[in-house]
């Protein structure tokens, strides 16, 4: 168990659709990523929030939201699910701004049908 | 733009014998460099990094090196055990830029006993 937790481990849910990912930092880490890996992908960074503000953006897309809680857990928002969507979402927490000491979580599996 | 690259999608390793896995990279603004370790269904954990001013790094069995002018890092593991079979992965991040990691792709190390 790394500390971070993300919830749920898997979702299936049809094109069009909404869905909400959690990740639960590790505790006392104020910095939480999303990254997604799509089929024999590296992992790409999405965005970063740090102490509950957005501090870095990558290639998220417009329909991806996040947003990150006064109690540090953070929720990554996907709407208008496309099949193109479907990937592992990965959480990771670190006590500080910077790339160094990131945890992650295990991962949830999103399959667009 | 795949700016980390593992060429190498597998490896396949006696066990007791050196595993190399390699790593190159584009942007030259990258100071600073990790390898992550992924079992199925866990999330990548870190292994060992580098920084750019360094040209080694050991931790135990495994080593880093990093050759700057050839934007090219491996890893190295002597010796390999069954128990390192996973997918490895290049990360590396600029840290007067973005707070982000960079990953490639991932190389499939198996260690045959």
């Known amino acids: 168990d790394s500390g971070v937790t993300q919830t749920p481990k898997h979702l299936i849910t049809a094109t069009g659709q909404r869905v909400t990912l959690r990740c639960s930092p590790r505790s006392g880490d104020l910095s939480v990523y999303w990254y997604q890996q799509s089929l024999d992908q590296g992992l790409q960074f999405l965005i970063q929030y740090y102490n509950g503000e957005e501090r870095a953006k990558g290639n998220i897309l417009e329909r991806f939201s996040a947003q990150q809680f006064p109690d540090l857990h953070s929720e990554l928002n996907l709407s208008s699910l496309e099949l193109g969507d479907s990937a592992l979402y990965f959480c990771a927490s670190s006590v500080a701004l910077t790339a160094y000491g990131y945890t992650f979580g295990s991962g949830t599996r999103l399959t667009v049908v | ?113």
């Open chain 2, 1 to 113: 733009d795949q700016q980390v690259k593992q060429n190498s999608p597998s490896l396949s390793v006696q066990e007791g014998r050196i595993s190399i896995l390699n790593c190159d990279y584009t942007n030259s603004m990258f100071d600073y460099f990790l390898w992550y370790k992924k079992y199925p269904a866990e999330g990548p954990t870190f292994l060992i990094s580098i920084s750019s001013i360094k040209d080694k790094n050991e931790d135990g069995r495994f080593t880093v090196f990093l050759n700057k002018s050839a934007k090219h890092l491996s890893l190295h593991i002597v010796p390999s055990q069954p128990g390192d079979s996973a997918v490895y992965f290049c990360a590396a991040s600029a840290q007067s830029g973005a707070n982000n990691l960079f990953f490639g792709t991932g190389t499939r190390l198996t260690v045959i006993p």
